[in-house]
């Protein structure tokens, strides 16, 4: 489970940096204000449109297709074979206290909707449980002995890029 989602995570983040493939996805994040460092730290990936692309792309990693659908980054489709749950998204990797990635945001950048999208709830993920970016701020938190809740994804990234360490967000 967690081999698919770091590998996920990996696809994801360097489709983000590839100009051909996410430069659409970059420049949405640029305008809105996020500098590569912040997106670099908390790994925001782009997960491309088409319901094969990442299949392709996870077997390429050695993730064979029912790892995939257990982590939820593949479904069945009623038609047989599988298709991508997350497509024209923004990924925001969820960790969960251990650092390993349990589960995934995703932000529609065009019109749609839902505008987001998380990963199923599962053993592994829970998003009522789960707080993003406290893998990274929980040290911060307990120095601090304090910490900012905020709404979202981009909230949280807006914060640290702004030089704030203390804060976590809700998954939805």
């Given at each position: 489970?967690?081999?698919?989602?770091?590998?996920?995570?990996?696809?994801?983040?360097?489709?983000?940096?590839?100009?051909?493939?996410?430069?659409?996805?970059?420049?949405?994040?640029?305008?809105?204000?996020f500098g590569e460092k912040?997106?670099?730290?908390?790994?925001?990936?782009?997960?491309?449109?088409?319901?094969?692309?990442?299949?392709?792309q996870l077997k390429k990693a050695g993730v064979?297709?029912?790892?995939?659908?257990?982590?939820?980054?593949?479904?069945?489709?009623?038609?047989?074979?599988?298709?991508?749950?997350?497509?024209?998204?923004?990924?925001?990797?969820?960790?969960?206290?251990?650092?390993?990635v349990a589960g995934f945001g995703g932000r529609i950048i065009d019109q749609g909707e839902p505008k987001y999208l998380n990963s199923a709830d599962s053993s592994y993920f829970t998003k009522g449980k789960l707080l993003y970016g406290f893998d990274s701020s929980r040290m911060s938190i307990s120095?601090?002995?304090?910490?900012?809740?905020?709404?979202g994804y981009l909230d949280l990234l807006a914060l640290a890029q702004a030089g704030w360490s203390n804060v976590v967000a809700t998954c939805g």
């Open positions: 489970f967690h081999r698919a989602n770091d590998a996920a995570t990996t696809i994801w983040r360097d489709a983000f940096w590839d100009d051909q493939v996410g430069g659409r996805a970059r420049k949405y994040m640029q305008e809105r204000g912040v997106l670099r730290d908390f790994d925001v990936g782009w997960a491309p449109g088409g319901s094969d692309w990442l299949a392709g064979d297709e029912e790892l995939a659908i257990a982590a939820d980054l593949l479904r069945k489709s009623d038609r047989g074979g599988s298709f991508a749950y997350f497509r024209n998204r923004v990924i925001f990797p969820i960790r969960n206290i251990s650092r390993q120095r601090e002995k304090s910490a900012l809740l905020v709404e």
